[in-house]
């Protein structure tokens, strides 16, 4: 009986492997939408997050194709573009981006893994400074603690949250006054779009101003089950209800991707990486 259940986890366990890597060469394209009055016109977003040097495809093809196809009106990246776990290769991220700053509008928010890049001087030296150059040479917009104004009606804000915010197995707690002492405030008039890696922190991002707040960080939650969702975080928090997806409180709306790629947890079960499109629609005329 024991070599019975013995075998069938083993094949159970090899089952899930290879699934696992097939989901990891297999993303999704996945469509949301938010609605507001201080939306004027109609737009398309995409929004990447953790790409963590994933190619799909030479250079990305498969993955440029696919955002082609959804014809967006501007790119938003959301961070962890590449792994900087003393890893110094950026060629992915830096191809990917100035590829499709050719084709659109994109703006570019840091992850954990740019702001580690950028504060590790001893083992990165100016490789961040030189990823962001390259990157503004191509058209690329890099918001880090800044915001830029897009048309009459949007605010696009990045957001750099500190290293503490990233512990293991410990949550700090973020308010919304810290986002506005090192960012700045959230502008009223126009739609706030917050780009802020972690989704642990909607309270504070609704508190600060941001309308729509978009977030990663959790790869989905590495394993997703139904009714359950995401198994366990980057920094080993389980079962927590934000891995992915869409969350609403009134009028702010939080969405958080299951991003692209992995690092360390090299594992994604039932959670194919994700191109997240989102709908901003003007409610008057919806």
Known sequence: MWKIIMEAAVLTGIAGLLRSEYEKRHFKVEYYQTVSEKIKKDRTVVFLSDLHSQEFGKDNKKLLKAIDQVRPDLILSGGDMMICKGKRDVKAAKKLLEAL????????????HECRMREEKEIYGDLYEEYVQALKSAGVTVLSNETVLVDEDLAITGY????????????????????????????????????AHSPLFFSAYKAWGADLSLAGHFHGGTIRLPLVGGVMTPQFQFFLPWCAGKFQENEKTMIVSRGLGTHSIRIRLFNKPQVVVVRLKNKTIF
């Not at 700053?101 to 954990?112: E, K, L, Q, S, T």
């Not at 750099?160 to 990233?166: F, G, I, T």
């Open 160 to 195: 750099d949250l500190d290293k503490k915010y990233y512990k293991k197995f410990k949550t700090e707690e973020l308010r919304a006054e810290e986002i506005k002492k090192e960012a700045g405030p959230a502008n009223k008039k126009r739609y706030e779009i917050l780009l």
């Open 101 to 112: 700053a050719d084709r659109y509008p994109v703006y570019c928010a840091n992850g954990n």
